[in-house]
C-alpha cells in the first residue's frame, strides 16, 4: 500500500465519528478486520467514496457490511490504495547512492560475502524496490567486483504483489529513470520495459501486513537484521498509536546503525520515536541509535 493521500470527495453527506464506529464494529464482529488502526479521516474519505454507502445511512450500511462480503471486501480493497514511482523521493534515493550505499559495499562483511539487506514495506508496485536494485546493479558495475545484496519488497495486495515480481512497467513509468539505467537495467517490449533477469536474482516479494503482532519482519527475510528499510507513504493512512506500533516493529527489524527512510510528510512522527535520529540533507532518512 502506497499513494499519497485521497483528497476530499466534495459529497454533501459527512458520515461522521458514529459512523464510522459503527462500520468499524460491524466489519470487526463479522469479518474480524479491526478498521480502527486508519487515520479517521482517511477511513471517513474511502467510506464516502463506496457508491454503497452514499445510498445508505450508516445503520444500513452496517447491517449491509455485517452480511455482504462482496461489499465488506470491496471496501477493505479501497484503504490499500496503491501507487509508486520509481526513485520517488529524490534527495532520499541521492543520499543513498552518494553515501548509504557505498559505506554499506565497503564493509569488512560486505567483501566476506555477507549480503547488504533491504526492505520495502509496503513496496505497492515494485518501483521502490527496483529502483534500489538499479543503484546496487550500477554501483556493482562500477567497482567492478561482487556486492552481494538482498530486496525484500512486502504488501498485503496480492494483485500488486505480482505485478511488482514481474518487474514489467508502461514507457511513463520510466521517466523518471536515466537512459545508462534504462539501457543497462531494462528490456524493451513494445510499449514496456522490463526488469531484466539478473536483477531478479537478487530481488524477493511476499506477503506481509505491518499490524501482524505475530512478526515484526517479512517471513522471507528469516532473521531480520535489516541495512535499510523503506517504509514510505505508509504511515500517514494510520492513527498514531498505530504509527508507534509499526514503527517499534520496523525499528526491531532493523540492524545496529541501520538506516529507515520513510515520505516527508511522515517524518514529524518518526522524529519523535526513540531510538531513531534523524539525518542531514535527507529529513526523511533515519538511522537507529542504541
Not at 477511513?43 to 461489499?71: I, V
Not at 508496485?125 to 546493479?137: C, P, Y
Not at 529529513?283 to 541509535?289: A, L, M, W
Request: hydrophobic share 45%; charged share 20%.
Amino acid at each position: 500500500m502506497k499513494s499519497s493521500r485521497p483528497g476530499d470527495t466534495g459529497q454533501q453527506q459527512s458520515p461522521g465519528m458514529p459512523a464510522l464506529e459503527q462500520v468499524v464494529a460491524a466489519m470487526r464482529q463479522a469479518w474480524g478486520h479491526d478498521l480502527a488502526a486508519f487515520e479517521p479521516g482517511f477511513l471517513l474519505r474511502s467510506l464516502s467514496n463506496r457508491p454503497a454507502f452514499a445510498s445508505a445511512d450508516a445503520e444500513s450500511y452496517s447491517r449491509r457490511l455485517a452480511t455482504d462480503r462482496t461489499e465488506a471486501d470491496a471496501l477493505l480493497r479501497s484503504l490499500q490504495v496503491s501507487f509508486s514511482e520509481f526513485f520517488r523521493n529524490p534527495t532520499a534515493f541521492a543520499l543513498l547512492e552518494q553515501h548509504i550505499l557505498p559505506d554499506l559495499a565497503g564493509q569488512e562483511r560486505v567483501s566476506r560475502g555477507d549480503e547488504i539487506r533491504i526492505w520495502s514495506a509496503g513496496c505497492a508496485t515494485g518501483q521502490e524496490v527496483w529502483s534500489l536494485a538499479i543503484l546496487l546493479d550500477e554501483m556493482r558495475r562500477a567497482l567492478e567486483r561482487p556486492i552481494p545484496y538482498r530486496i525484500i519488497g512486502t504488501d498485503i495486495g496480492e494483485a500488486d504483489l505480482g505485478f511488482a515480481s514481474a518487474g514489467v512497467y508502461s514507457v511513463a513509468s520510466v521517466a523518471k529513470v536515466r537512459v545508462g539505467q534504462l539501457e543497462a537495467c531494462f528490456s524493451r517490449q513494445l510499449d514496456t520495459y522490463a526488469i531484466v533477469p539478473r536483477l531478479h536474482a537478487n530481488v524477493s516479494f511476499s506477503h506481509h501486513d505491518l499490524l501482524d503482532a505475530r512478526a515484526s519482519a517479512p517471513a522471507a527475510s528469516i532473521y531480520g537484521g535489516f541495512d535499510v528499510v523503506f517504509c514510505s507513504n505508509v504511515l500517514l493512512y494510520y492513527r498514531a498509536e498505530t504509527q508507534r506500533l509499526i514503527l517499534d516493529r520496523l525499528l526491531r527489524s532493523l540492524a545496529p546503525a541501520g538506516y529507515l527512510i520513510v515520505d516527508d510528510t511522515e517524518r514529524q512522527a518518526v522524529g519523535r520515536h526513540r531510538g531513531l535520529r534523524a539525518l542531514v540533507p535527507a529529513p526523511s532518512v533515519f538511522q537507529k541509535v542504541n
